[in-house]
């Protein structure tokens, strides 16, 4: 495909499972504009985010490395240009590169690979959550309040106002740059926060989804499902589940988390609108994506944190006049999202990282021997987790635990844990070897624990730890 001559904007959300779309064929989740934008493009159908928590994601993003290369494990270590980026190096071939809206970086002055950052949403005071950071079993801070907000269901909250304001911002930037006689290719990133709780959502959002249409979550522990033991230790920290007020509640919380996914998908409609009316249609390439997924009850579980599809798999979209609409089902990650956009540019990788530019994917067959790989060391994990996709097969390595093992050509919905059955016994062989050519899980794990240690120390200690960082979601920015 080309792409040359063409500017590229790039829409990230927050917390948007890849399965909430209605392109993909999603039972009820209604998602028009992003279905159009997916009709006029490339669905990568196996995308995944490089690590299922905010901070660490998009500095894996930003970089182009896993999370253990760039050794940012959690949301107290924001990236602020340790490394070059993908900004920095559009920046070095001239190209003009703003962002508009969250970035979760660590703050404002820092030189981070963009030009201007317009309201930019950044860690909390610029240290994030530190808390988080204290992850062995009899340290780790209990929660002060509901992660997923005090209160839920229909309104407004400081998020949904956040995205108006980033939209806002976005349709005032679209007009001024059309006005503009340059006709050099640029670069914009949009952050969008939805459907990131708290799970308050504008009533007409909420109302396209009436308990009785939504399904029950599946796995749930009250109906005998057992968690895995990392998840259940986890979850002895947050359980997010057992902190509903009521039944109803718990119904609320699905039908918001839905209700946000269509106010997402109703702002990005009036950005693509603006960017037809400006003219910016046929010489733009359009990249829609998301940080990291939601479990929204599966499994008993909310927010995202673990290595499961709901949490680990992201959406990802490519569209452009020039690109032959269709679908790639080769696994893709983030990294090579970040590999793209110098691509796009013809500018050099920022740190040679393992990703592959997605043009170059999407132009050949499916690549059934491709690798894609993700980790978690950060919230309530007493120890890291480490996922691998390779072709129809997802294996889930837990430091200390047994590991799991999926077969998402025949059980999509990871229902059948196989790695104590015999059968399998070479697959989980063959993928933990994958796993070895990318790290030494034992290695890593300890290396994540010395950083966090020698952060924490470099506060005063554990319990001056404990007090730094939100409780629940980063606030925004003032307005």
Same mark, same amino acid.
């Given at each position: 495909?080309?792409?040359?001559?063409?500017?590229?904007?790039?829409?990230?959300?927050?917390?948007?499972?890849?399965?909430?779309?209605?392109?993909?064929?999603?039972? %009820?989740?209604?998602?028009?504009?992003?279905?159009?934008?997916?009709?006029?493009?490339?669905?990568?159908?196996?995308?995944?985010?490089?690590?299922?928590?905010?901070?660490? &994601?998009?500095?894996?993003? &930003?970089?182009?490395?896993?999370?253990?290369?760039?050794?940012?494990?959690?949301?107290?270590?924001?990236? %602020?240009?340790?490394?070059?980026?993908?900004?920095?190096?559009?920046?070095?071939?001239?190209?003009?590169?703003?962002?508009?809206?969250?970035?979760?970086?660590?703050?404002?002055?820092?030189?981070?690979?963009?030009?201007?950052?317009?309201?930019?949403?950044?860690?909390?005071?610029?240290?994030?959550?530190?808390?988080?950071?204290?992850?062995?079993?009899?340290?780790?801070?209990?929660?002060?309040?509901?992660?997923?907000?005090?209160?839920?269901?229909?309104?407004?909250?400081?998020?949904?106002?956040?995205?108006?304001?980033?939209?806002?911002?976005?349709?005032?930037?679209?007009?001024?740059?059309?006005?503009?006689?340059?006709?050099?290719?640029?670069?914009?990133?949009?952050?969008?926060?939805?459907?990131? =709780?708290?799970?308050?959502?504008?009533?007409?959002?909420?109302?396209?989804?009436?308990?009785?249409?939504?399904?029950?979550?599946?796995?749930?522990?009250?109906?005998?499902?057992?968690?895995?033991?990392?998840?259940?230790?986890?979850?002895?920290?947050?359980?997010?589940?057992?902190?509903?007020?009521?039944?109803?509640?718990?119904?609320?919380?699905?039908?918001?988390?839905?209700?946000?996914?269509? =106010?997402?998908?109703?702002?990005?409609?009036? *950005?693509?609108?603006?960017?037809?009316?400006?003219?910016?249609?046929?010489?733009?390439?359009?990249?829609?994506?998301?940080?990291?997924?939601?479990?929204?009850? &599966?499994?008993?579980?909310?927010?995202?944190?673990?290595?499961?599809?709901?949490?680990?798999?992201?959406?990802?979209? *490519?569209?452009?006049?020039?690109?032959?609409?269709?679908?790639?089902?080769?696994?893709?990650?983030?990294?090579?999202?970040?590999?793209?956009?110098?691509?796009?540019?013809?500018?050099?990788?920022?740190?040679?990282?393992?990703?592959?530019?997605?043009?170059? *994917?999407?132009?050949?067959?499916?690549?059934?021997?491709?690798?894609? %790989?993700?980790?978690?060391?950060? &919230?309530?994990?007493?120890?890291?987790?480490?996922?691998?996709?390779?072709?129809?097969?997802?294996?889930?390595?837990?430091?200390?635990?047994?590991?799991?093992?999926?077969?998402?050509?025949?059980?999509?919905?990871?229902?059948?844990?196989?790695?104590?059955?015999?059968? %399998?016994?070479?697959?989980?062989?063959?993928?933990?070897?994958?796993?070895?050519? *990318?790290?030494?899980?034992?290695?890593?794990?300890?290396?994540?624990?010395?950083?966090?240690?020698?952060?924490?120390?470099?506060?005063?200690?554990?319990?001056?730890?404990?007090?730094?960082?939100?409780?629940?979601?980063?606030?925004?920015?003032?307005?």
């Amino acid at each position: 495909m080309s792409n040359k001559n063409q500017n590229l904007i790039i829409i990230m959300s927050d917390e948007h499972q890849a399965k909430a779309l209605g392109s993909i064929g999603h039972p %009820f989740v209604k998602t028009p504009n992003l279905d159009k934008l997916a009709s006029n493009g490339i669905n990568f159908t196996n995308a995944y985010t490089p690590c299922p928590i905010c901070v660490p &994601a998009r500095a894996s993003f &930003a970089t182009g490395l896993p999370v253990h290369k760039n050794r940012l494990w959690d949301n107290a270590m924001p990236y %602020f240009g340790q490394l070059p980026s993908w900004g920095h190096m559009l920046q070095k071939k001239g190209v003009s590169v703003e962002s508009i809206g969250k970035l979760h970086y660590r703050a404002k002055e820092d030189d981070d690979g963009f030009d201007v950052k317009h309201i930019p949403m950044m860690v909390y005071k610029g240290v994030g959550m530190v808390w988080g950071s204290i992850r062995r079993e009899n340290e780790r801070k209990t929660r002060d309040q509901r992660m997923l907000g005090e209160y839920i269901g229909p309104g407004n909250s400081n998020y949904t106002d956040y995205d108006e304001a980033v939209v806002k911002e976005t349709i005032n930037w679209l007009e001024n740059k059309s006005n503009e006689i340059n006709s050099d290719p640029w670069c914009l990133y949009i952050g969008l926060v939805a459907p990131h =709780f708290p799970l308050v959502v504008p009533q007409e959002f909420y109302d396209m989804y009436p308990h009785e249409i939504l399904p029950n979550t599946k796995l749930n522990p009250k109906d005998g499902y057992v968690q895995h033991p990392w998840i259940k230790k986890q979850k002895e920290l947050r359980n997010d589940e057992k902190d509903f007020k009521s039944d109803k509640e718990r119904w609320d919380a699905i039908a918001s988390y839905y209700g946000l996914c269509s =106010f997402l998908d109703f702002n990005i409609g009036k *950005i693509l609108d603006k960017i037809s009316d400006c003219g910016f249609l046929e010489n733009s390439t359009i990249i829609y994506t998301s940080d990291h997924g939601d479990n929204v009850g &599966a499994r008993g579980l909310w927010g995202k944190s673990n290595m499961y599809e709901e949490s680990s798999a992201i959406p990802l979209i *490519i569209s452009s006049s020039t690109i032959k609409p269709g679908r790639c089902d080769t696994p893709v990650s983030l990294l090579d999202l970040s590999e793209t956009i110098v691509d796009h540019f013809e500018a050099k990788s920022p740190n040679n990282g393992p990703g592959e530019s997605l043009y170059k *994917i999407a132009n050949k067959p499916i690549d059934k021997s491709r690798v894609v %790989f993700s980790e978690y060391h950060a &919230a309530s994990s007493v120890s890291g987790a480490f996922m691998i996709r390779k072709d129809q097969w997802k294996y889930i390595y837990y430091q200390g635990f047994d590991p799991e093992l999926f077969d998402l050509q025949n059980d999509p919905e990871e229902e059948n844990n196989l790695s104590n059955n015999p059968k %399998f016994f070479d697959i989980l062989n063959e993928l933990n070897l994958e796993l070895l050519k *990318i790290c030494d899980p034992k290695e890593i794990n300890d290396l994540a624990f010395k950083d966090q240690d020698d952060m924490i120390e470099g506060y005063g200690g554990i319990e001056e730890a404990k007090k730094l960082g939100a409780n629940a979601a980063t606030p925004p920015p003032k307005l």
